[in-house]
C-alpha cells in the first residue's frame, strides 16, 4: 500500500475543504482506472484536533510523468500498442468520472500512475469538483501547462470553468 499524508488540513479553510472533498470523491468512486482509498485515518488520539489525515491508497510504480522523462533520457519512446492502451485506460477513467458528473480539473501525467503491468490509474482528487451548470468553477484551479487552450486563449472569462475543458486535459 502507499500512504499519502495531508498535513494541517484544518489550519486552512481551503485545504480542509480539498481534503474533504478528496476524501469523499475517493470514496464514491469504484473503477478500475481510478486510484482507490483503501483506508483513512489520523494517528492523533483526539478526533477534535487532528492536524494531519493520511490515505491508504493502492500502492502503484511510478507516475507518468516519471515514465516519459525516464524514456526522455534514454532516447526512447513508447511502442504505439503501449500508448495506445495507456490513453484506452486515460479515457475509461475520464469517461466513467464524467458520467458521475466529476469534473478532474488537475488531470497530467503526474496524476497518473502506472504499475509494472501497464495499468494506468488516475490520482489526486484534491481538485476535482461535481459539475453543475449553475456554478461557477474557476478556470486557474489547473496546472498551467495543462489548461485547456480557450482558456490559455482568452476565449472563455476565467470565472467560468466549462466542463468542455476536461476534454482538452486528455489531449
Wanted: aromatic share 10%; with cysteine.
Amino acid at each position: 500500500v502507499a500512504i499519502k499524508k495531508r498535513s494541517n488540513v484544518v489550519a486552512r479553510n481551503w485545504s480542509a475543504k480539498r481534503a474533504i472533498r478528496e476524501f469523499a470523491l475517493l470514496s464514491s468512486l469504484n473503477h478500475p482506472n481510478i486510484i482507490p482509498t483503501l483506508s483513512v485515518f489520523t494517528p492523533q488520539d483526539d478526533e477534535d484536533s487532528f492536524e494531519d489525515v493520511y490515505l491508504v491508497m493502492e500502492l502503484m510504480n511510478q507516475d507518468l510523468n516519471k515514465v516519459i522523462v525516464q524514456l526522455k533520457e534514454e532516447k526512447r519512446s513508447l511502442d504505439h500498442s503501449t500508448l495506445k492502451f495507456f490513453i484506452y485506460q486515460i479515457l475509461c477513467a475520464v469517461n466513467y468520472l464524467h458520467r458521475e458528473g466529476i469534473i478532474h480539473r488537475d488531470l497530467k501525467p503526474s496524476n497518473i500512475a502506472v504499475n509494472e503491468s501497464c495499468v494506468v490509474k488516475l490520482l489526486d482528487f484534491g481538485l476535482a469538483r461535481m459539475f453543475s451548470p449553475i456554478d461557477q468553477m474557476t478556470g486557474y484551479i489547473t496546472t498551467r501547462n495543462y489548461r485547456a487552450p480557450e482558456l490559455l486563449l482568452g476565449f472563455l472569462s476565467t470565472d467560468n470553468f466549462s466542463h468542455t475543458m476536461q476534454y482538452s486535459e486528455k489531449g
